[in-house]
């Protein structure tokens, strides 16, 4: 596994006062806190510490793997194989063996839609799976490359359908739709479209040019295949659907079968190449220096508050996956963002950023959840970030 260059001037970009202070905050934790991980092999080029601070009390779990290595493979399922789906991560885990993959380590992924409803399951942010684009990102996101560079970065849509009058409007994709948005939904959402206040459109490939699986960065052209006046629109393999808001009656009106329209894939940043992605957030750490936000507390807090967290990270030598347990008094009392920050610079981490934590916090290694979460059993998830073992 590879990595980018560096961004220049981090630091002048964050402000001297902002990367002092970081900097202040992560010795503060390394002079109270002892955190010396004692890593076990689990398997050649995989390794595992379980890490206790008693004074808090903090129980943490890390899974460390050497990028040198070519025989490792990072993927980013979702849960079911489509977006409207939730399972635990032992239960995804156990799809992937059925699928004849070797998972060695895994830990829970993004945000999502919990709700019961149509869209259950839809992450908040990007997802990539095997280089077709899922989900949109919002923000902060993690992705992989086809020569498995690593990556972290903020990031965000810049999809947009332009219809047969050259009119260009912004375009979601698998999510639930509202009645002034036009969002795209792919075979990968699930078997159907939701039964929305909204007007669906299915498309079929119109050129030779690219089509189905979605990749990021692309420019596509459909056509038309049929209009329906509401949701609930089976999704064929060979076609996708537009969800068009009923406000929007002026493009609704320029459609017929057999009209000709585009749509693009893109992202504020290159992805054209990415085998995996993932979202979450915030930013803990980029290019060594740590988020100045993370010491401010929401509106309406008097202090950080202390949860479970999950946060993955790298260097040029290693990868990280990290649970911290909490909200159990006499285990584990969780971590500050700021705590989670300075732990993962603590550990040798140059990049990192925070995952979906609270009762979603899991870490699966080696055929077990090592952790204890804090609902004392695994939350249903979305989507998750598994390391599988190839094939030599």
């Not at 202390?306 to 990868?319: D, V």
């Not at 584990?332 to 981490?349: D, F, H, N, V």
């Amino acid at each position: 596994m590879k990595h980018p260059p560096p961004a220049k001037s981090r630091i002048a970009r964050l402000g001297l006062a902002a990367a002092l202070g970081a900097c202040l905050a992560a010795a503060a934790f390394a002079a109270e806190y002892a955190i010396e991980p004692q890593y076990s092999a689990v398997l050649p080029g995989l390794d595992y510490a379980h890490i206790r601070v008693k004074e808090v009390p903090w129980s943490i779990h890390v899974a460390r793997l050497d990028c040198s290595r070519t025989d490792f493979e990072i993927l980013s399922p979702h849960a079911q194989g489509v977006v409207h789906g939730v399972a635990p991560l032992s239960a995804q885990v156990k799809a992937l063996r059925a699928a004849r993959l070797c998972p060695v380590a895994a830990i829970n992924g993004d945000y999502f839609a919990m709700d019961s409803g149509p869209c259950q399951g839809d992450p908040t942010g990007l997802q990539i799976i095997n280089g077709e684009l899922v989900s949109t990102p919002a923000n902060t996101s993690f992705w992989t490359d086809n020569a498995g560079r690593l990556q972290i970065g903020v990031i965000y849509s810049e999809m947009a359908v332009t219809w047969p009058d050259g009119a260009k409007m912004p375009l979601g994709l698998n999510q639930m739709p509202a009645s002034n948005t036009v969002v795209l939904f792919t075979p990968t959402f699930g078997p159907a479209t939701p039964a929305a206040n909204a007007a669906d459109v299915v498309l079929e490939k119109a050129d030779p040019g690219p089509w189905l699986p979605l990749r990021a960065g692309q420019s596509y052209q459909a056509r038309v295949r049929e209009l329906k006046p509401s949701g609930g629109t089976r999704l064929a393999p060979d076609t996708a659907v537009l969800a068009v808001g009923t406000t929007l009656a002026k493009p609704l009106a320029s459609l017929k079968p057999g009209s000709v329209l585009r749509f693009s894939t893109a992202i504020s940043k290159d992805l054209a190449n990415a085998r995996a992605g993932i979202g979450g957030g915030p930013t803990l750490l980029l290019n060594g220096v740590q988020n100045d936000w993370l010491s401010k507390p929401n509106p309406g807090e008097k202090e950080l508050p202390r949860h479970p967290r999950s946060a993955i990270g790298f260097n040029e030598n290693h990868l990280f996956l990290v649970v911290v347990d909490g909200r159990q008094k006499s285990l584990s009392a969780g971590m500050t963002y700021l705590e989670e920050a300075a732990l993962m610079r603590q550990l040798g981490c140059t990049e990192a950023m925070n995952l979906d934590g609270g009762g979603s916090s899991t870490l699966w290694l080696n055929g077990k959840v090592v952790n204890s979460p804090s609902g004392l059993r695994e939350r249903p998830l979305a989507n998750v970030l598994v390391i599988v073992r190839r094939d030599k």
